[in-house]
């Protein structure tokens, strides 16, 4: 009940919060600057609100309590969802948190970039035990192979740390410490899908079984979503951030989108971009009825003026592509089925989520021969080292020289 007021909010908001999604692609025009998120990132949300620093609220609120803040789904149209106000460039990411129960419900742990790189972690709230690995580079959709489901036990009851080592050369996602996949540059189209550009971390709920999304969508998610059975609700106690090439901004010197053209103004800035200091709204408007008002981007922002970049109210949102409101599409499969043959039309734009868009196109369901990219790593006991602030990054201080010295042969 205490959203309510969400889903009475105005369609005019929601267009003014469209740069939550993707305000302006560099590979198409001219953007500003992504401002850098620290050099060490830390955010413990059992700390309450006050402590929240560097994160908008992009979509709902949030509740904060003993075990961290609370991102529910109480009602149709809620998707609790915030950003950070910063970006890495590649980094060590640690979420801990646990996920939503409830069928239909998607809880989501999200890297996303400007023009569509992407790294995923979701929970779909109707599988026990699993959770969904996914990436796409430059929001290229036509590939279906990148989905991996890793087995984690508990994941709606038990907080489990959901990591990402993200660096030029590969890129792995951890379960409490164990590596559990890696995926080469090279291995995702000969680096041309893989994700390298600056991104923000977005964490959010989302009813992809909604009985308004499409059919996939809703299959994906699981089977459609029964409301009476709300609140659903994922807890996040915590967030470790490492980024790998500090700095004050990121700078697309040009539109290949590849990370080679990324120049990191002020490199070695550790405190970053004066964002990573601001509160964190503790009741932001969301924008809600997302699901219902059928628009292609997230909905709700802390305080649109604030970020508000070009394009954002002139543009119909219903576009699926281009400068706004441009949307991703990530095909999931699960392992023996294949995509539908190349001739067939692109997926359509997602149904509209609420604060995250990704991963809700239908998967396809005919039969797949081949092995999803990358590998999952079930036999690995050795942990990597722990988040370690400072530490960790002193171990990748060599590669974050390299970064800088590629960044300043562009100044
Ligand atoms: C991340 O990957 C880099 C390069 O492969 C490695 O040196 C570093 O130890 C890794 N860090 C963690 C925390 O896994
Ligand atoms: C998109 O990905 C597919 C599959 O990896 C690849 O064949 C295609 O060239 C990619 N498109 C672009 C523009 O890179
Ligand atoms: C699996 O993980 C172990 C321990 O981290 C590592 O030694 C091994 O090289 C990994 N195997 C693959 C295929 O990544």
Same mark, same amino acid.
């Given at each position: 009940m205490r959203f309510t007021s969400y889903v009475a909010a105005s369609a005019a908001a929601a267009l003014a919060s469209? &740069?939550?999604?993707?305000?302006?692609?560099p590979m198409e025009k001219e953007c500003p600057n992504n401002p850098a998120i620290a050099a060490t990132f830390e955010t413990n949300? %059992?700390?309450g609100a006050d402590a929240?620093? *560097?994160? @908008? &609220?992009?979509a709902g609120t949030l509740k904060y309590g003993d075990a961290g803040a609370d991102f529910t789904i109480? #009602?149709?149209g809620d998707a609790p969802t915030i950003q950070s106000e910063g970006y890495l460039h590649f980094g060590y990411i640690e979420v801990k948190a646990k996920a939503a129960a409830g069928k239909g419900i998607i809880s989501s742990i999200v890297l996303q970039s400007e023009d569509l790189d992407e790294v995923d972690w979701e929970f779909i709230g109707?599988?026990?035990?699993k959770v969904q690995m996914n990436y796409f580079g @430059?929001?290229?959709?036509?590939? +279906?192979?990148r989905m991996i489901e890793a087995d984690v036990s508990n994941t709606k009851t038990e907080f489990h740390t959901y990591a990402l080592n993200w660096t030029a050369e590969s890129l792995t996602w951890i379960i409490d410490s164990k590596p559990i996949r890696t995926l080469n540059f090279a291995d995702a189209n000969g680096g041309k899908n893989y994700p390298q550009t600056p991104s923000t971390v977005r964490i959010g709920i989302w #009813?992809?079984?909604?009985?308004?999304?499409n059919k996939g969508t809703i299959e994906w998610a699981g089977?459609?979503?029964? +409301?009476? &059975? #709300?609140?659903f609700t994922m807890t996040v106690e915590s967030v470790k951030i490492t980024? +790998?090439?500090?700095?004050?901004e990121y700078k697309w010197?040009? %539109?290949?989108? !590849?990370?080679? !053209?990324i120049e990191v103004i002020e490199?070695?800035?550790?405190? *970053? #971009?004066?964002?990573?200091?601001v509160v964190i709204a503790p009741s932001a408007t969301a924008t809600g009825g997302g699901l219902q008002s059928q628009i292609n981007v997230p909905t709700g922002s802390a305080?649109?003026?604030?970020?508000s970049p070009p394009c954002t109210t002139e543009v119909?949102?219903?576009?699926?592509?281009?400068?706004? *409101?441009t949307s991703t599409v990530t095909i999931t499969l699960t392992s023996g089925e294949q995509p539908p043959a190349?001739? =067939?039309?692109?997926?359509?734009p997602p149904e509209t989520t609420g604060g995250i868009v990704t991963d809700t196109a239908p998967a396809p369901s005919v039969p797949y021969p081949t092995a999803p990219t990358g590998s999952v790593n079930?036999?690995?006991t050795a942990p990597p080292? =722990?988040?370690?602030?400072a530490a960790s990054h002193n171990k990748v201080g060599a590669f974050v020289g390299l970064m800088a010295g590629a960044a300043i042969m562009f100044v």
């Open positions: 469209a &740069q939550t999604f993707t305000a302006c692609n949300f %059992k700390a929240v620093k *560097g994160w @908008k &609220q992009t109480a #009602a149709k109707g599988v026990d035990n @430059k929001g290229n959709v036509s590939t +279906y192979d #009813a992809g079984g909604d009985p308004a999304n089977g459609e979503t029964d +409301y009476t &059975q #709300a609140p980024n +790998y090439s500090p700095g004050s010197t040009d %539109k290949t989108g !590849s990370f080679e !053209s490199p070695g800035k550790a405190e *970053g #971009a004066p964002v990573n200091s305080d649109p003026a604030a970020t119909p949102v219903t576009k699926p592509s281009g400068d706004c *409101g190349t001739t =067939e039309a692109p997926a359509p079930t036999t690995t080292a =722990e988040f370690t602030g």
